[in-house]
């Protein structure tokens, strides 16, 4: 049972435009999360969080938005540049238990 | 550079026999976190080590065991290899605290011939 699931297993976009990537969950216990970025031949690097106490949370181009009753979080890149290409990894954690589970990823590829 | 590192770099080995892969956390993090990465796919939680001790397991086999040492490196040890066990294997350090993220190192790209 996959409990964080990227259904997109790819996403291209063009440079400057928005990029919008997607990220479900199943476990209601989850109330931490997290999107890193992996470049090819490097580990992933954290990129933004969000609590469950939030909706929204900013950091530059980085926008994740949260939808608790949804179970879904998206991560919003605005304007989208070509090093942003990589894959990019939803992670969800019980911060009870500690752990994260990772999703699957989504490649993203910012076309100049 | 997350301060984590991994050594080896690369492994090639035979079915079979056994490897040790080992990691040194970011100084001060007590948590290292051992996951699998096959094939493109996602990154599967192994187990995770809190200052010395277990403190959560995921989808580990039981040919694979991992350990913390006192000065927080850890090792994980991987025996009896198959085909199937060829994949990058990641370390990742964090602190403490609830809500710190995890720090990854370059991960070790293990194959199995």
């Known amino acids: 049972d996959q409990q964080v699931k990227q259904n997109s297993p790819s996403l291209s976009v063009q440079e400057g435009r928005i990029s919008i990537l997607n990220c479900d969950y199943t476990?209601?216990?989850?109330?931490?999360f997290l999107w890193y970025k992996k470049y090819p031949a490097e580990g992933p690097t954290f990129l933004i969080s969000?609590?469950?106490?939030?909706d929204k949370n900013e950091d530059g181009r980085f926008t994740v938005f949260l939808n608790k009753s949804a179970k879904h979080l998206s991560l919003h890149i605005v304007p989208s540049q070509p090093g942003d290409s990589a894959v990019y990894f939803c992670?969800?954690?019980?911060?009870?238990?500690?752990?994260?589970?990772f999703g699957d990823g989504t490649t993203l590829t910012v076309k100049p | 550079d997350s301060g984590v590192t991994q050594t080896p770099k690369h492994l090639i080995t035979a079915t079979g026999q056994r490897v040790t892969l080992r990691c040194s956390p970011r100084s001060g993090d007590l948590s290292v976190y051992w996951y699998q990465q096959s094939l493109d796919q996602g990154l599967q939680f192994l187990i995770q080590?809190?200052?010395?001790?277990?403190?959560a397991k995921g989808n580990i086999l039981e040919r694979f065991s991992a350990q913390q040492f006192p000065d927080l490196h850890s090792e994980l040890n991987l025996s009896s290899l198959e085909l199937g066990d060829s994949a990058l294997y990641f370390c990742a350090s964090s602190g403490g605290g609830t809500y710190n993220e995890q720090f990854f190192g370059p991960g070790t790209r293990l194959t199995v011939l």
């Open positions: 969000i609590s469950s106490i939030k």
């Open positions: 080590y809190y200052n010395g001790e277990e403190r």
């Open positions: 992670a969800a954690k019980n911060t009870n238990a500690g752990k994260s589970t």
């Open positions: 476990n209601s216990m989850f109330d931490y």
